[in-house]
């Protein structure tokens, strides 16, 4: 089993800013791809960012410019700075993780390991 704890979530108006956090083991997060996905209700599954093993990071086009991943070394943890935030941002937040060092794939929904997920409330 790959523990991914999250937190951060919650509600804020449109503007606001969330930060989303995901630990994990110091395996999981010098080796493994570690992304987020979201989805918002009636919506599509969608990833939203991915960082590699090795730091690369990749994001969606809708988090670019508004979304950033930082990670602490010391705590493995993965976060996900969420500024400007929209009501189309409204969505389960899910961190996952793939052991697979250099983020072969994007569909971060269909990584190996995941967390329970945290709400992310975007009013107008």
């Known amino acids: 089993q790959v523990p991914l704890v999250e937190s951060g979530g919650g509600s804020v108006q449109a503007g606001g800013s969330l930060r989303l956090s995901c630990t994990t083991s110091k395996v999981v997060y010098t080796s493994y791809c570690m992304g987020w996905f979201r989805q918002g209700p009636g919506k599509e599954r969608e990833g939203v960012a991915l960082v590699s093993g090795d730091g690369n990071i990749r994001y969606a086009d809708s988090a670019k410019g508004r979304f950033t991943i930082s990670q602490d070394d010391a705590e493995n943890t993965l976060y996900l700075q969420m500024n400007n935030l929209k009501p189309e941002d409204t969505a389960m937040y899910y961190c996952?993780?793939?052991?697979?060092?250099?983020?072969?794939?994007?569909?971060?929904?269909?990584?190996?390991?995941g967390g329970q997920g945290t709400q992310v409330t975007v009013s107008s």
């Open positions: 996952r993780a793939d052991p697979d060092l250099v983020c072969s794939r994007y569909d971060v929904w269909d990584y190996a390991y």
